[in-house]
């Protein structure tokens, strides 16, 4: 089955500049800026410039380059805004919501990075 992207959605208008958004990294083939309802001290998203519906599209298609950018992007961001272990941190989780089930909102790739509090259990019923 194909993937189909709806390119009218709230991540692309960010992409194209048609919304603002607190930019806090942007490289060659991501942007990360911080939710706008964060749910945590530390919540940012960090999503592909291409147009990848979800994680399981982006790593069926997307290039090598996309793919290493993407998680690198993802690294040093934890690093930089502290949380990870080793930048003397005490931790994050990333989570990335898809499809119905896993309660998806805005239909292209992000990756929620969230920290500066203890989190909690990981699913609610
Ligand atoms: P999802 O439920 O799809 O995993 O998460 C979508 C996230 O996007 C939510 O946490 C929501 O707060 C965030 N969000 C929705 N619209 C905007 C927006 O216009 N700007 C920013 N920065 N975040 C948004």
Known sequence: MAYEYDPQ??????????????????????????????????????????????????????????????????AKIAREIGVAPAAGGSGYRLISNTGSHGVQDV???????LGGRRLGRMIEA
């Open 9 to 74: 959605n709230i991540f692309a208008k960010i992409l194209r500049g048609e919304i603002p958004n607190t930019t806090v990294m942007e490289t060659e083939h991501c942007l990360a800026f911080r939710d706008i309802a964060p749910a945590a001290p530390e919540h940012i998203l960090v999503i592909p410039k291409g147009a990848y519906v979800n994680f399981d599209h982006f790593g069926a298609e997307a290039s090598d380059a996309e793919l290493v950018d993407f998680s690198r992007t993802v």
């Open 107 to 113: 239909p292209h790739l992000h990756i929620h990075l």
